[in-house]
Structure formats: structure tokens, C-alpha cells
């Protein structure tokens, strides 16, 4: 061995004597402690995980949307009832006016359905029809309790089923002939009858019979003229509508025969539980224009149908 190896081994030997290693007790207790300390520092990163996780929970979840009251504890309602309040309970059919069409169902605030308004028991002045101004000469109409319809080889048509009915007498002139002052072209008995429910349309058809079985009789208020009655095509007047004419020998004023004969037109038209009767008369030799009646019966429905709402 060379002399420079043999140095450093006794420098080495020299160097280990002179430092303490510890005995063997104290080296384990030091190994202990840092062992328990490298748990103790997992625990608590697990501690610090949990932790993390649970606040991140109670992030992210909502809060419940409610809390349940205490036990004993009274709900309100949502809205009170009229008894409890004092106040009126809602009506379970609106009120019906007079003005409403008795055909027209109204649907009833806060209900689960409809229900048919009663039938109007008045008849105001605004549901009978103006003429025209073609038409007027000046002579106001003047309501009068008459017939509303000829007679018709004695039928009784039913009028116990009327709640109400108003008649007047209107007079015109035709357009193409002069105005106020003149002599007038014709006259109506113009009458509106508001009937219980459900008989108007019974009304009508005890017409029609009427008429059928009375083609022939002698004239109204003339026993030496005899008049012929025929039912007449008709529709789009109202709900339903029944047109005659009446057919007689024309006289002039003195009762002589004109050689012409003397044509009256009587409509009767349904609206709902409603019927008017337009029933033209004429004036002295004239007989009646089926335009002028046509224009003048829708004007009367017109009028009804704007009171009736």
C-alpha cells in the first residue's frame, strides 16, 4: 500500500472517532417523531379535503324553497271567501237588461259556463225602424193599440204567450214621388211582440196554417169585397219570416170598381223570441211595392237587432 493511502485511511478513522453518533435509544425516539409527524400531516390534508368538498356542497346546492312552519302554526288562505270577509259572493248569472237579445248566451264572470239572459219585457221606442229620407213626408208615426194583423177567416192566432207588444201607425211616400205636403203612397201597422220563450217560432207557424186555410173571405171591415190570400216565397229576413199578400177588387173613395185590383203584403219576422209584423195598408187606390216592403223590413230588423244588442 502506498504511503498517500495509508494517510487518508487514518484521517478518516481519526475523523469518526471524534464525532458522537448518539445512542441508540435517542436515534429511534428521533425516527418516532418525524414518523408521527408525516401522519399527522397526512391527517390534516385529509381534514383540510373533506372540509373543501362539504363548503363546495353547500355552494353549489340551493336552498330549499320553503321552510315548513312550525307545528300549530295557521296558514292564510290564498284569497279570503265573501262569508268570511263581510262581503257579497259573486253572482252565478250575470244580470240581464232588457236590451240583451233573448237568443244570445253571456258567459258568467268567475263561472264555469254560459247562461241564456231572460227575455226583455219592454219594448222602447229605438227598436221600431226610421224611414228612410226618401221615404218621409213629414207625418209622425203615432202609436195606437190596433191589430196587428188582418183577419183571417176567424183564426185566433195565440197572443197569451206575449210578454209585451206596441203597435203604431207609419206613413210614407215611395222616393220617385214628392215630399212633404204631397199626398203619401202608403201606410204600415207596424207592430213588435216580445214572446215567452220559445213560442215566437209557433207564432209563425200558426200563421202559415192561417193563411193556408183561408184562401178566400170576404174583405175586413167590406162584406160586398171578397179577398184571396196565398203564402209567398220569402227568406233572409231575420231568423224566419212568413210573407202573404192579400188580393181584392180596387175601388176608388166612392166604392166604385177601378178595374184594378188591390194587392196588401203582410211579413211577419222572428229575431230570437221576438216577432214584427209590417203590415201595408196603403193609401186610398194604391197597392203595395214588394221593394219598398223588402227595404222597409230590413230596416226593421236593423232596428231590432241594434236593441237586442
Sequence with gaps: MSRELSELYRSLAADADA????????????????????????????????????IGAQVITPPPASVPAPAGTPTPSASPSPSATGGSPSPSVSPTTPDRSPGTAVTVPGGTGTQQPRTPTRIPDRAFFALAPANQIGIAPEFRDVAALPGLCGADIPSEAAVHRRTRLLTYKLPQNPGEGYVPDGTYTHSIAIYRAGRADDVLKELRQAVRDCPDQKRPGDSSVRSRQRLLPDSGFGDESVLFEMRSAGQDVNGDPTGVEDVRLVRAIRIGDVVTILWEQGWENTSSQRAQVDADSRRAVAAIRSWLG
Design 19 to 54: 464525532r458522537d453518533l448518539g445512542l441508540p435509544d435517542v436515534l429511534r425516539h428521533q425516527a418516532d417523531r418525524r414518523a408521527r409527524f408525516r401522519a399527522a400531516g397526512s391527517t390534516l390534508a385529509v381534514g383540510l379535503v373533506v372540509v373543501g368538498v362539504v
